[in-house]
């Protein structure tokens, strides 16, 4: 056990409809990041926050993503007028440090129908 | 061209034999090298780190990391059945977000 949760595990949902995944990182660790991992692929980037700050994002996060970390604590990722090509497991990694060792949480595995 | 490399495999060796897994990468200025191991249907899993040339060991598992070859491998001796699974190999890169850069892995399968 990590330390990193991620909620819910399983999230099935028909296209065009929003979806908001939560993910709760090792409490003493204030940086934060969000991949995306589709089947054979390795884990791809989409966001880091350090604390409550959002300071990078991928070119994969188009308009209908949004990620938030409010008060550097957990950090919630929304997909609005989801598609069929966002099916994928969505994986939160927690980092103490720059360069660090990066934790995965358990992630959220997204079906669009 | 990806910027982390591996070879897909799939790997298959029998049991008590050394697994080696080989991932190379693109950007000289790169800076901390990890190994995980990821089951089918779970996440990722840190193996080993290694921050500098040479060997590291931990148990049965030896990372090697050549920074002038712009290469890092994985050995993993007295191979298990419970060793099956996708290895990935992850480059972090110094910068701001220190992201990590992954390849698509190599599966491994270990025989009885």
């Known amino acids: 056990d990590t330390g990193v949760s991620q909620n819910p595990r399983h999230k099935i949902t028909k296209r065009g409809q929003n979806v908001t995944f939560r993910c709760d990182p090792i409490s003493e660790h204030n940086r934060l990041y969000w991949y995306r991992q589709t089947l054979g692929q390795g884990p791809e980037f989409l966001t880091y926050f350090q604390n409550e700050a959002q300071l990078e994002k991928s070119r994969l996060l188009s308009d209908r993503f949004s990620a938030e970390r409010p008060k550097g604590s957990f950090s919630t990722l929304e997909i609005q007028r989801t598609e069929q090509g966002d099916s994928a497991m969505y994986l939160c990694a927690s980092s103490r440090k720059r360069m660090d060792t990066q934790y995965f949480g358990p992630g959220t595995r997204l079906t669009v129908l | ?112």
Do not use: H
């Open chain 2, 1 to 112: 061209q990806k910027e982390v490399e591996q070879n897909s495999g799939p790997l298959s060796v029998p049991e008590g034999a050394i697994a080696s897994l080989n991932c190379t990468y693109s950007d000289r200025v790169s800076q901390s090298f990890f190994w995980y191991r990821q089951y089918s249907g779970k996440s990722p899993e840190l193996i080993m780190s290694i921050y500098s040339n040479g060997d590291k060991e931990d148990g049965r598992f030896t990372a090697q990391l050549n920074k002038a070859s712009q290469y890092v491998s994985l050995l993993i001796r007295d191979s298990q059945p419970s060793d099956s699974a996708t290895y990935l190999c992850a480059v972090t890169y110094n910068t701001n977000a220190g992201k990590s850069t992954f390849g698509d892995g190599t599966t491994l399968t270990v025989k009885p």
